[in-house]
């Protein structure tokens, strides 16, 4: 079956240490997308993939890092820059860019700082 | 900007309650409106959607209808179930540009048997 993968679902993390959070799909998307979750403040956009070897900023991309060298990965590295990393991240796919046309998500990674 | 407002949960009913969580919005264009559900430890799953005036979308017994005049999409349900406890989460995406998925802050739904 198609989908998305993230991994892993669970993930702690020192102070100080950059942590990277996979996200693979299966879906033949171009688009990719990650968001991030925090309780009561709904899903706010990191950063975005249109195409391999593209991405934008999206709203909070400050303390994280992309790269999309192939068309099913966009791995999300969260940096020791972002001050408040404790959160819920869900990452997404769309194959087609008309509005329409909804997003895919993942199951999601749950990062704590320990 | 484009921004979606929902009313604050949590919303708690007993099953087999009427069930309705209020989303509206603000958008450049003519946006495609969607309702995504969130199961506990979750990722999102696509619910309804609807895509352009008077359209309704419908799914699982729940419906919405894209109301541009009071630039609307409310969720409802005839008859919630206890299945039903999950965060909703209305969403847009505009048709001016490339665009993305814009969320409202999301409802808590409780259902009790």
């Known amino acids: 079956d198609g989908g998305i993968t993230q991994s892993p679902k669970y993930l702690f993390r020192k102070e100080g240490q950059n942590v990277t959070l996979s996200c693979e799909q299966n879906?033949?998307?171009?688009?990719m997308y990650w968001y991030r979750q925090d309780p009561g403040q709904g899903l706010r956009l990191i950063y975005y993939s249109q195409i391999v070897n593209d991405f934008q900023k999206g709203d909070i991309a400050e303390g994280y890092s992309v790269s999309r060298e192939k068309k099913e990965s966009f791995p999300l590295t969260v940096t020791s820059a972002q001050k408040n990393p404790t959160a819920f991240y869900l990452c997404?796919?769309?194959?087609?860019?008309?509005?329409?046309?909804?997003?895919?998500f993942g199951s999601g990674t749950r990062l704590t700082v320990v | 900007g484009n921004s979606v407002t929902q009313m604050e949960g949590p919303v708690t009913l007993s099953e087999e309650a009427f069930l309705t969580i209020n989303c509206t919005y603000t958008a450049t264009g003519y946006p495609s409106l969607f309702w995504y559900v969130q199961y506990p430890g979750e990722g999102l799953q696509l619910l309804l959607k609807a895509t352009k005036a008077d359209d309704k979308g419908s799914n699982k017994g729940f419906e919405a209808t894209y109301r541009k005049e009071t630039t609307s999409f409310h969720l409802e349900k005839g008859s919630v179930q206890v299945s039903d406890s999950a965060v909703y989460f209305c969403?847009?995406?505009?048709?001016?540009?490339?665009?993305?998925?814009?969320f409202g802050k999301g409802t808590m739904l409780l259902v009790s048997p």
């Open positions: 879906l033949n998307h171009d688009a």
């Open positions: 969403a847009l995406i505009s048709n001016s540009g490339y665009s993305t998925l814009t």
């Open positions: 997404a796919s769309r194959g087609d860019s008309r509005p329409n046309y909804g997003y895919t």
